[in-house]
């Protein structure tokens, strides 16, 4: 789960972390009167949505007086912000956030997050500060430089010194700098953070460190014991299936093909995808009901496949293990005569109560496309879109 700019610094600022005063807004009055209170000189007006390179876009302008702030307002208030990260569709801008603006001297590129494979937490930091990480890594690789934290260790004061000097961070300083990595670590570990970034943490010529952006993702998975960040969902970034699907208890990722897939168990789900692609054909989404699914969660999967219009066939691959084959079968028969599903259906069942299964779904009168093998269910859909 992400947070916006503005929740990210809100949690950030309680571990005692330096950002700037600011305002989130709804309206260009509110943008005005945000400069005003910020004391009427510059201040820069930042989209507040889930995507980076909003500068580039046109979602963050500077501002030198209210009037100014107030005119870029009514311009990125409304827009449909389209960046790498949010694709052709874009995103519609419904707040930002007016921020107080500062003397820059210098701009560092920092962030931490999980390393799966090495059972981390890495702090990844680069001089070049402001730039896309990815461009960075591309071209001057040698300007990042990666600390790994032993989580049964945790941070150690020798690692912020070494990272310090590695981004040429010299005098009072480093001091300064090994207190926001404590606190941006201290952050991340209580709040079950899987990515902090902060692009850029700037170093004003006051001599102060001030994280200028951040962004902050919460593992999804570790939310029932984050309430109050939970909380922070913003709906209207979420794409409705998904949300659909997260209610109900599904694993629900959209792509860009027209065959529904409706599977239970994560691996079962991409070998799914990846025999369809074999196939010829292209996965409308990943769709993982999970082991205990019941009649109305295959209802509800059912529901959101069909509310994509993309979707012109579907296939429905189960492995009955802990999940009886007759229980979805049942399922899949109410499901389909509710809803009246009118594109084709091919159905692979294997497992506990297989035969029981096939023969629920043959004595139903749909018009539903048995498998017996991934293979055999991949190609019949495939067929039947084109």
Not at 30 to 55: P, W
Not at 154 to 179: H, N, P, W, Y
């Amino acid at each position: 789960m992400n947070l916006h700019e503005y929740q990210a610094k809100e949690l950030l600022a309680q571990y005692g972390l330096p950002v700037l005063e600011g305002y989130l807004c709804y309206t260009p009055g509110e943008v005005e009167a945000a400069a005003d209170n910020l004391g009427g000189g510059i201040c820069v007006v930042k989209a507040q949505v889930h995507a980076g390179g909003r500068g580039k876009a046109g979602g963050v302008k500077l501002a030198k007086t209210p009037a100014e702030a107030r005119s870029h307002g009514e311009k990125i208030l409304g827009m449909r912000l389209v960046t790498p990260q949010t694709g052709e569709k874009g995103k519609v801008v419904r707040k930002v956030y007016v921020e107080a603006g500062c003397n820059i001297d210098r701009e560092f590129y920092l962030s931490l997050l999980v390393d799966r494979a090495r059972r981390a937490v890495s702090i990844i930091g680069s001089t070049e500060g402001g730039m896309e990480i990815e461009e960075v890594a591309h071209r001057q690789p040698e300007k990042i430089t990666t600390i790994r934290i032993d989580p049964k260790v945790g941070l150690q004061s020798f690692q912020t010194t070494q990272l310090a000097q590695r981004l040429g961070v010299k005098g009072e300083a480093i001091k300064e700098l090994g207190e926001i990595v404590s606190g941006l670590y201290e952050a991340f570990m209580e709040n079950d953070l899987s990515l902090v970034e902060i692009n850029p943490l700037v170093l004003t010529k006051e001599g102060h460190f001030v994280l200028l952006d951040a962004k902050c993702s919460v593992d999804d998975n570790a939310l029932f014991r984050q309430p109050e960040l939970k909380a922070l969902l913003d709906y209207d970034e979420q794409d409705p299936k998904d949300l659909r699907a997260g209610k109900a208890g599904l694993s629900y990722v959209a792509l860009d093909g027209n065959i529904g897939c409706m599977v239970n168990g994560a691996g079962l789900a991409m070998s799914t995808m990846d025999i369809i692609k074999m196939s010829g054909g292209s996965p409308a989404n990943f769709l993982d009901v999970g082991g205990g699914a019941s009649k109305e969660t295959v209802t509800e999967a059912f529901r959101i496949l069909l509310s994509d219009s993309q979707v012109k066939a579907i296939l429905v691959n189960i492995f009955g293990g802990i999940m009886r084959c007759d229980v979805i079968a049942e399922g899949i028969v109410a499901a389909a005569r509710e809803l009246g599903v009118k594109v084709p259906l091919v159905v692979r069942l294997q497992g506990t109560n297989v035969d029981l299964g096939k023969q629920i779904l043959a004595s139903s009168g749909l018009s539903i496309i048995p498998a017996d093998t991934m293979d055999e269910a991949a190609k019949k859909v495939v067929g039947a879109v084109r």
